[in-house]
């Protein structure tokens, strides 16, 4: 993207990619300014920067501007966006912007799956500010270390999220590729797993001859991608944990600590690379490190500066991040909202020590409610109980075809520790009765449980 248009103004700024993407343009000369409906972190940070932000939404906003991006989430009424087509201001969406962007860059780094692709590239972002890499990192969430979710760096590297919902990240332009999973989310858009694994299909089109794959082998549908593609003129480099299937880069010598936090050597082929120390717990933390070592070695990155970045990893927000303690219980919660997220935010909670753990589970979406969590819901094994209120709407609109006492009943019949209690005032008092001294309680899910997370055992 040239900055032949010198003003640009943001619609929905404090969204966790929007404000990143302001930021690397504000780096790269152009005057960027921006409106939210609410005050966040994220545009705290930019204030702090020097960009711009407006809170609330006005059609003078946009006056003087020469071109308007706006979020998914920002509809063609919103009144920035009714005043710039007045005014003739090209508009265009969020993930078109992050591709024109990446054309920038002498190498791109999209980093894709439906789960894990923030704590990997938050991974490089740390492994980028430790010195192993020069790069422009743009993560989709907020994270400490960068005070936003955006590491300004070169123009050479630029190493992004690349989502696969609405097939967003078919605006970019990779010339290297990470695919750490491919599951079968986001089905209110994706007709079934056969289109999903189609999308990546794409998505892996888009590298340039000479250009790399990266692949998680123990996903199995990233393997037969990856060897769909193998002779087609791409590096291809594998990773995985699990060694009867010959990852390029694996691991041995697996260990915990206390609090589930794994401890481990890298390989590479035979060659032996060294240890990492992850202070983050569960086994999927492991390989999403693997993952960021796979990206970071093949670009040159020292190993030992890789993993001495690693050793001081923490968690982005949201991804089994400790709330508080309130009356001897200890209150966790984590974005997930998809069975494969949800063993996994489950493992790290049953490593980290603990007499009980009670787990609250707010489904966002009807869809994901019909189509994931009504049969064969074994992901909440291990649970003491897990407490089910109702559907959180999300974007979607109540059609009367799936309930949350549908969801407790499908749990039920496969662990048997699940109870529907409609809000969370409920489950509050629920968790005052039931939970107690050195027990743990865990909230799931995307939508505004994170907000309600903060009431709980009041």
């Known amino acids: 993207m040239t900055n032949e248009k010198k003003r640009v103004h943001f619609v929905g700024i404090g969204g966790c990619s929007m404000n990143g993407l302001a930021q690397i343009m504000a780096s790269r000369g152009y005057t960027v300014q921006g409106s939210d409906k609410a005050a966040s972190p994220f545009t705290e940070r930019l204030s702090e920067l020097g960009i711009p932000v407006t809170i609330g ?17 920002i509809k063609p009424d919103n009144p920035e966006r009714v005043r710039a087509a007045e005014l003739g201001i090209e508009q265009i ?15 791109v780094v999209g980093i ?10 938050s991974m490089l972002a740390l492994i980028a500010e430790h010195g192993g890499l020069d790069a422009t990192v743009h993560v989709g969430g907020f994270v400490e270390f960068l005070h936003g979710g955006t590491r300004i760096g070169s123009q050479d590297l630029f190493i992004t999220e690349a989502c696969e919902y609405v097939e967003s990240f078919l605006t970019l332009r990779p010339t290297v590729a990470l695919i750490n999973n491919i599951d079968d989310d986001h089905l209110d858009y994706f007709k079934d797993i056969d289109a999903i694994t189609d999308a990546f299909r794409k998505f ?12 998680n082998t123990d996903d199995p549908r990233v393997r037969s991608l990856a060897d769909e593609f193998r002779g087609t003129g791409l590096a291809i480099v594998t990773y995985g944990l699990d060694d009867s299937l010959h990852p390029d880069f694996h691991i041995a010598d697996e260990r915990y600590d206390e609090l589930g936090c794994p401890s481990f050597t890298v390989f590479r082929g035979e060659e032996r690379l060294g240890d990492v120390t992850l202070h983050v717990p569960g086994r999927h933390n492991m390989l999403n490190a693997l993952a960021a ?10 190993f030992a500066t890789a993993a001495g970045a690693l050793e001081h990893f923490a968690n982005t927000r949201r991804r089994f991040e400790f709330y508080f303690e309130r009356r001897g ?13 949800i063993r996994a935010a489950m493992d790290s909670a049953l490593r980290t020590p603990h007499k009980k753990l009670f787990v609250v589970f707010q489904c966002n979406s009807y869809t994901r409610a019909r189509t994931l969590f ?6 909440f094994r291990g649970a003491d109980m897990v ?20 969801m407790a009943d499908a749990i039920n019949r496969e662990t048997e520790n699940a109870l529907y209690i409609p809000n969370f005032e409920g489950i509050s008092d629920w968790l005052i009765q039931n939970a107690g001294e050195g027990d743990i309680v865990l909230t799931l899910g995307s939508g505004d449980v994170y907000i309600q997370t903060n009431k709980l055992l009041a």
Do not use: W
């Open 93 to 107: 969406e969020r993930s078109v912007a992050l591709g024109r962007i990446s054309e920038g860059y002498g190498a």
């Open 387 to 406: 407490l089910v209120p109702d559907i959180f709407p999300g974007r979607e609109r109540d059609d009367g075809t799936v309930h949350a006492g549908d």
């Open 329 to 341: 219980v200890r209150v966790f919660h984590d974005y997930a909202h998809h069975p494969a997220e």
């Open 57 to 73: 939404h006005n059609a003078q906003n946009v006056d003087g501007c020469d071109l308007v991006i706006y979020s998914a989430a």
């Open 204 to 215: 892996v089109r888009l590298i340039p001859q000479g250009g790399m794959l990266i692949g």
């Open 374 to 379: 009504t049969r064969d819901v074994d992901c």
């Open 293 to 302: 070592i796979a990206v970071a070695v093949s670009h040159r990155s020292d």
């Open 112 to 121: 894709a799956g439906c789960h894990g692709k923030t704590t990997i590239t």
